[in-house]
């Protein structure tokens, strides 16, 4: 069964800087599809990065270029999400979610995914 466990959530001051973690286990295929995704009540949720464990390829919204990096750890297993220049609009819940198999070209969507992480908040205050 495909886990997915985030942590790092936290509550800073606009312009400070957060990583989100996000521990896979459970896939019997060493490459997949893993992104971070955002929700604020109220609102659709935004794919705001996600990577290819196979080659490293990423994807970012365009509310994150430039301030989120995400990357994997040495394990592949864990995926980092480096957030700098917080504003008080990235204040969500973060989901960590994964797809079994390649990244779908494009940007992609919430439904691309078919495992979920429970979720970690960061608050952002102005």
């Known amino acids: 069964q495909v886990q997915l466990v985030e942590s790092g959530g936290d509550s800073v001051q606009a312009g400070g800087s957060v990583t989100l973690s996000c521990v896979s286990s459970?896939?019997?295929?060493?490459?997949?599809?893993l992104g971070w995704v955002r929700q604020t009540p109220g609102k659709e949720r935004e794919v705001v990065a996600r990577?290819?464990?196979?080659?490293?390829?990423?994807y970012y919204a365009d509310s994150a270029k430039g301030r989120f990096t995400i990357s994997q750890g040495n394990t592949k297993n864990t995926v980092y999400l480096q957030m700098n220049s917080l504003k008080p609009e990235d204040t969500a819940m973060y989901y960590c979610?994964?797809?079994?198999?390649?990244?779908?070209?494009?940007?992609?969507?919430?439904?691309?995914?078919?495992?979920w992480g429970q979720g970690t908040h960061v608050s952002v205050s102005s």
């Open positions: 990577i290819y464990t196979g080659d490293g390829e990423t």
């Open positions: 979610a994964a797809r079994s198999r390649w990244c779908l070209p494009g940007a992609p969507l919430p439904g691309d995914f078919d495992a």
């Open positions: 459970g896939y019997e295929r060493k490459t997949y599809c």
